[in-house]
Every structure is written in C-alpha cells, then in structure tokens.
C-alpha cells in the first residue's frame, strides 16, 4: 500500500464526524457522564474570566480542563469535547502506527493496513471518537507514554523520559485506570535508568511528574477525595473475578458473563476486533520474544486483572487497552495478509466483507446513544416550552441532560437523599420500567414508592424507552 493511503487516518474519521454531527444532529452527548463533563468545562470556562463559586466534579479533570482551555475558539463547548475526542482517535491511529513501525521497521506497508483494517473502522474504538467522554483521549495518552517510553529504551534520550512523565500524569487525570496499565511500562524503564551519570534525568522526571500532578490537582477544586474514594478502588475484590451478578451504590446490575472472561476475553467482541478470532491460527511462539512486545503483553495482563475485580461490566474500559492489544496480533495479521494476497479476489472479498461488517456494527452500535442522545433533547425541549420554569422536578439520572439544554426548573434529585414530602404541583420526570429492578431498595425507588403511595401522580406524557412525566396532584 502507497505511503499516502494513510492519510485515510484523517480524512475518514472526518467524514464519519461530519455526517454524524452536521447531518444527523449528534452533539457527542448521552447519559450522566457526558452532561457531567460538559458541565464542568463550562464551569471551568467561566472560572477564567472571573471569580465563582466553587463546583463539584467527581470524575478527573484533564478532558474538560483541555475543552475549557480551546474555548476561545468557540461559545459550543459540546463542539470542542467532540473534537477533543476525534482529534485524539486519529492522532491514536498515526501513535499505533508510530509503535508498530519501531518494532517492525521494515513493514511499513502492511501496518498501515492492518491500522486502516483493524482500528479505524474498530466498531467501538470509531464510536468513542465521537462522544463527549474521556476515553479517547485517554487512549492517545497511554500510546503516547508507551511510544516516548519505548524511544527512551532505544536512544536513552531524557527528553522522551520526560514528556513520557508528563504524560502519564495526564492520562491519569483523564483517566484514573490509565495508571494500572502503564505501570508495567514505567517499573521496565525505571529499572534500567538508576545509575549514577542518570541521577539529573531521574531527579528531573520526578519534578516534572510532581509539578503536573500538583498543576491538574489545582483544578479539582475541592474534589481530590475521588481519587481515593472511587468506587473501583474501594469495591475491588478479587471475588468479584466469578461472579456477573452485583450490588453497589450504583445499584444492582446484571452481566451476562462472570468478569474473568469479560476481562481477558473481550478484546474479541466483534465490536471491537472482529477479525481476532481469525488471527489467532497465525500467532506464533516468536511473536512474543520482543522486549517490546513482552512489556504490552504484561501491561494488558495486569489492566485485565485489574478489570475482573471492578464490581461491573463496560466494554468501554477496554478502549485504552485495546490499541496495544490489537499491536499483538500484527504478525498474525500480516501472516494471513501473505497467505490472502495470493489469491486477488479472495483477498479483496475477504477486506470487503469484514470492512462492511464492521461499518454495519459500527452503525448498529451507534444507534442507541443517537436515539438516546435525541430523546434527552426532545424530553428538555418539552419541559421548556410547556412548563413554568418555576416547577419543581423530581428526577433522576437525566436531571444532568436536562441542565445542559436550559432546563430551568430547581431538580429535586431521588438519588441523593430520601423525602419525606413532595410538593404538589411539582413535576416527576421517571423511569420506572429501567430502575425498579436496578434501584430497589436504593433513594430512587424509595422516594418513587413513597410517591406512589402518598400522593396522586397524574400521567402528562409517556416517552421512548420507558421516560415518563408526571405531574403530583
């Protein structure tokens, strides 16, 4: 393959972007998280230009600190977010590239392919560039310190050090995980760099990575305890490895595998690495003798292993490991690639048709968060032109969407506390067909049973997937 089809890395993560944003309508937002973030880089925004109030912000604040830092461009936050995650999914594609390209530098033209064919049309690695979540640019961050670490080891430049320090603070406070998944990475260089004539690089990366921590920990405002008090951390068991079945505070969830084989086996779900399964006839012993190789390989154990004791399931907390997964299985791709060339036409009916499987996933596993992500419009947009913004509403879940599109209305939230009183004339907005199971025994259901039993609740409108707006009389 030419050396410029891979400018396909841009144009087409572009044109997905375009099609989904300027002609279906998406602003890359669905469900608490995104609202959340959002949120907080307006909050962050305005903080600049002068003294508020302070906020609260659970999550880390590298993604909206970063949306907040680009808002000059624009007044649409949501646009910045949006592009800030499909920026980083392409610089991803050229980083995995980049990597591949060290370890196997003589292979050029089928690492361009195998990226073109097996991460950028990935069905879930596509879809996350275009939310307002974290996770793709988590992902470049990660490939970013695995690519100056891996330099480092091969030219002992302590520039790369460096920025690969400074990076690795950010990733974590784009992402908490990140950490367990680079730290492999980081115990293999820092055991080779303590030597006397490296004190300066050593002493130098210690001030970097303390400055930026310092730095990102200014921005969380009065938030640090998330750090240590995640629910991640404080649930983790390794228990948790044989059950599918678990009770949090965030209610109680239901998976349809235990969590040692979501962990380890979910790098093959067709919505991200279709062709997996397909490679695996080709790996051979040999694969697994560079050093480079055996430090992702060690890497991902260690994330899985991490993963398989989180008291739930999300196949999005694969999105930053999956990249050095897919990095694995480059000589078994290239080994069926030699053996597919051969015979022209198959190997072209072959690319096609895994090609249009993959648009086809990708399309069907968007759909939900777009049918999601319009309905929050539809439900606010309701609330606005129909009722007194003086309305109580009590709600849960969606009270996040609501405030992003100029819902004015106090929320009353039922997760947060029980009530003993619910004003009349007050609005519920509810789902009770998706929470009973999740939330019982937990502040939503209580407060909806409580509701239910003492006051006349007077259906006004029933929307898509089980939203229903109530009015207390």
Not at 353 to 374: G, V
Request: proline share 4%; net charge positive; aromatic share 20%.
């Amino acid at each position: 393959m030419k050396k410029h089809y891979s400018y396909l890395f841009i144009i087409f993560p572009i044109a997905v972007f375009i099609i989904i944003r300027f002609l279906y309508g998406f602003n890359g937002l669905y469900g608490q998280d995104s609202y959340e973030y959002l949120r907080y880089c307006n909050w962050l925004k305005d903080s600049f230009h002068s003294e508020i109030g302070s906020s609260s912000f659970f999550w880390p604040v590298a993604y909206p600190l970063l949306g907040a830092a680009f808002s000059f461009f624009t007044d649409a936050s949501d646009l910045i977010l949006q592009l800030i995650s499909l920026t980083s999914f392409i610089i991803s594609l050229y980083l995995v590239r980049q990597i591949l390209l060290l370890i196997y530098p003589e292979h050029q033209r089928d690492i361009t392919i195998f990226v073109l064919f097996t991460l950028m049309i990935s069905p879930f690695y596509l879809r996350g560039a275009l939310f307002i979540m974290s996770d793709s640019l988590a992902s470049m961050f990660c490939l970013l310190v695995i690519y100056f670490l891996f330099l480092f080891r091969r030219k002992s430049k302590a520039k790369d050090l460096w920025i690969a320090g400074f990076i690795t603070v950010t990733a974590f406070f784009t992402r908490y995980p990140t950490i367990i998944l680079l730290l492999f990475s980081w115990i293999f260089v820092v055991r080779n760099i303590f030597q006397p004539f490296k004190l300066k690089t050593i002493l130098i990366s210690i001030a970097i990575v303390a400055a930026t921590t310092l730095l990102l920990l200014s921005f969380k405002n009065d938030n640090s305890r998330g750090l240590v008090t995640h629910q991640w951390l404080t649930e983790w068991s390794v228990f948790n490895s044989f059950s599918s079945s678990f009770i949090t505070a965030d209610g109680i969830e239901h998976d349809r595998m235990i969590n040692i084989l979501y962990a380890f086996i979910s790098f093959f779900h067709p919505g991200y690495f279709i062709i997996g399964l397909f490679l695996l006839p080709f790996l051979r012993k040999k694969d697994f003798l560079q050093i480079e190789i055996k430090i992702l390989l060690a890497s991902i154990v260690i994330y899985s292993f991490f993963l398989m004791g989180i008291p739930f399931q999300n196949l999005r907390f694969l999105m930053i490991s999956f990249p050095l997964f897919s990095i694995l299985l480059f000589p078994a791709f290239e080994r069926m690639y030699a053996f597919v060339i051969k015979k022209k036409f198959l190997c072209i009916s072959i690319f096609t048709l895994f090609s249009l499987i993959q648009i086809a996933l990708f399309i069907y596993s968007f759909r939900p968060f777009y049918i999601q992500n319009k309905l929050e419009q539809k439900i606010a947009n309701d609330i606005v032109s129909n009722y007194s913004p003086t309305k109580e509403i009590y709600t849960f879940s969606i009270d996040p969407a609501l405030q992003a599109y100029d819902v004015k209305n106090p929320i009353c939230n039922l997760w947060q506390k029980t009530y003993d009183v619910f004003n009349k004339g007050s609005l519920v907005l509810f789902n009770p067909d998706a929470f009973g199971e999740k939330w019982k025994g937990k502040n939503p259901m209580v407060n909806w049973d409580k509701m239910n039993r003492d006051n006349l609740l007077v259906e006004l409108k029933a929307y898509q997937k089980g939203w229903r707006l109530y009015e207390i009389r």
